[in-house]
């Protein structure tokens, strides 16, 4: 008997199948911030938890021969018309590794995050010391495991989803995203966590049924509300929870929202507290002291700084958000930018994935979303601003269109409701 397949499978096949080209054929370290996460994922498999500050900066202690595979790569970096032959590239595989032979090296940009998304890495990174692999080897390795991370929690993610699972897919199989699974990067972690959880919450948001959440469920959300607040400080997401009608939480709502945001707010102010300092003095263009006190100070004309880089920028954050490839350098064909807005509208209007009746979203719960989506975007340029950015600069250069992918299906449920109808 002939089976329909399920959104969540053509989003494996998409994924296995583009993933896998672009981890092969990707020069090591091609793929944006590579560098930093593939060293504080070793540093993390040598139990090196925190960032080490020395005078010369933020880092950790690496075995040289790491450096010296790195450095066979480096011309490589930013620049696109530059190449390298299959012959170079077996030829680095040949760099073994000598783990007593060590250097301090920098990665300001990796150091801050917490080493919560670095286990997976980690783990295989030991085992590979264990056999002694090469530095060829380990990196291709934590790609390989990057690219099973995301198959897994984006499969069980669209498999949440209530509805929108066809957008959920087209988001989810992004160019950008595969290119971002396929390489070393939280954000491999990240995204799909982030869909997960807006699955989870909008799963008792809309739904009829009259079902308490378990523990269990509950639980679950916890988990998955501290690991985003932990990667990249992703804690205004987590607000969603508001969305959940109190009924669900039954007789001990306060106390179980007062857990919640307890321990994920307190978790991820506990390791800001600790690098903190480090997170804000990143890039040595920066400063992060006289650029807060300017924008204390300067309120309307931060204010017009932020809308004018957006007004000037915004496509190039819908391109970066669909796909710039390589180290945010190789654009596609301007074709697969156009196809995109037409393909995410009709994956919205035509979206058939919802089984069972479902709640409409009433006016407060959509104008919360945007703000959340307000805040968080304000926040993102916000930081970006202090960290990466001269004092009093006139535009707010580091911003890429990924970082609001999290916030981007909340959008399209609201836009969703327009072109469907619900019960009341």
Known sequence: MYKTITWQKIF?????????????????????????????????????WTPQKKDVGVGSYMPISINSFWLKYKNLLFNPFEKITIKEILDTSKIKLNKQSQMFIIHRTSMVYSPLAYIPYAIFLKIAKIFNFSPFIMLYTCRIVSLIIYLIIGYFAIKNMPLLKSIT?????????IALCSSITIDAILIPLGVLFFAKILKFTICIEE???????????????????????????????????????????????????????????????????????????????????????????YLTILFETIRENYKFYYMSSIGILGNINIKLP?????????????????DSSQKKEMK????????????????????????????????????????HGRYFAIFLLPLFVILFQYFHKYSK
């Open 211 to 301: 079902k308490e959440i378990s523990r269990k469920e509950f639980f679950l959300l916890i988990i998955l509300a501290i690991s985003l607040a932990l990667i990249k400080y992703n804690f205004i997401l987590t607000f969603l929870i508001f969305l959940i009608p109190k009924r669900f939480f039954g007789r001990n709502y306060i106390k179980k929202i007062i857990i919640f945001f307890s321990l994920t707010l307190y978790s991820s102010f506990l390791w800001f507290c600790y690098c903190g300092d480090m997170t804000f003095e990143t890039f040595k263009i920066a400063n992060w002291h006289e650029q807060l006190n300017f924008i204390l100070e300067n309120k309307i004309r």
């Open 360 to 399: 409409k979203l009433n006016f407060l719960k959509q104008i919360f979303i945007i703000f959340l989506f307000i805040i968080h975007t304000f926040a993102v340029f916000t930081l970006m601003y202090i960290t990466f950015n001269p004092v009093k600069n006139n535009i707010i250069n580091g911003v």
């Open 334 to 350: 301007k074709l697969v930018y156009i196809i995109y807005l037409f393909l995410i509208p009709l994956s919205i209007f035509y």
């Open 169 to 177: 897919v087209v988001v989810l199989t992004y160019p950008m995203h």
């Open 12 to 48: 494996l096949l998409i994924t296995i199948f583009y993933g896998s080209i672009l981890l092969i054929i990707t020069p090591a370290f091609q793929t944006q911030d590579e560098v930093p996460h593939f060293i504080r994922a070793y540093s993390v498999s040598d139990n090196i």
